[in-house]
DNA sequence: ACCTGAACACCGTTCAAGT
DNA sequence: ACCTGAACACCGTTCAAGT
């Protein structure tokens, strides 16, 4: 309850002291939620005395700072992991698919890492959208080279923010419970994804018609 | 800077110290953003001792799920007077003007109303997701009932996550800064949605390619 | 019924002091 | 350099007491 078991007594002269405060702070917002994010807590979790994170940390901003940024990482892994081996507008798909897989498996992570007024709040350094957004480098880099027929370059374009916005939406949309895959007949979150990711792929790949 | 001015001498001893506190905090929220948000101040703001609110509200979660519950009228509001006099996939572009529109307006309030975290954290009642969802039932019901040609049923039943997360998704990266029009050729923040939302009805309301 | 003042257990942060 | 313990100004909440 109170310790973490893995030091063996000595306490945290080695430098790992930083590392052990990120884990244990992902720990608890994961069990806990973001609300229950303490720099106390997470020091007492640590087992160390509340002004030690001081040492590394010139703030509470600056520990969710390193969280954001430890979970941009495993953001980026999933997207990356769920999209290779995929091509054209199957990677597409594999991209929006880990983002949404990540969402879901970290979702209090998941939602400090994107909202701006906890992490405005949080992001002491200001690179965490930044850094963040890396995540979407990968799609836009991938929607800019994927061949989209009958589309011009500036409508192409459009397409950025279109996609962009609507993985981010459905995200956390389901994270929230407002939407639930059984309302739209799909027993299966899976399979309710890929059913929105596909139509939405379907949707941008049509040529535009000339009016009507 | 301590008092609100419009209370004639008199300490509340009316009833309108509930309102008085709803409408300091969203005060409070919109110049100072969700996490200076506490009890004691939206006390000291209304001119009141800091246990006054209890007489009011069981506890900080009730009075926040108040103000969310104030925010979605708005919200519902700024939805139907930007759709009416407009009919059929106006009406639907109309909606998520207005969606986007208040999210612009009011982002902190649009961010408490939407997040979970914070109501969960807020939602005493749980009913705030429910009363929130209104709004988007004007959208369900818009697109269930606007003629998409060459959709199916099924098909069209997908159209409602799909254009709600677009709309949610949008709203939010607007405000988080994450997504700007200037990137995208846009000097103009309206033009810039209006085009992104035209662009989501056009895909929409195109026929599915049976292949390719 | 509605409000106050003091109290309790928290919190972020600072700072002198220890090793 | 890294950590502790005590302190300060906050916070949510409770509760006896006032009107």
Redesign the interface.
Known sequence: MSANGEQHGSRYHHGNLREALIANAIKLIEAE???ALSLRRIARDTGVSQAAPYSHFPSKKDLITAVCIEGTKWFGESMRRSAEDRHGVDYLAGLAIGHINFALAHP?LF?LM?????S??ADATGKV?EIF?EG?QMMVAALVRTPLPHFGI??Q??N???A???????S??L?????TPQT??FSDLEAFVV??ID??L????????DSK
């Open positions: 939620g973001v609300a209090a939602h994107s909202t701006r007024d906890v405005e709040a959208p957004d979407y500036e409508q374009q459009l950025i923010p279109l962009w916005s609507q993985v981010y939406g459905l956390n949309l994270i929230e419970g407002r939407i739209y007949g059913a929105v139509r939405f379907q949707n941008s790949l049509q040529p535009l018609s």
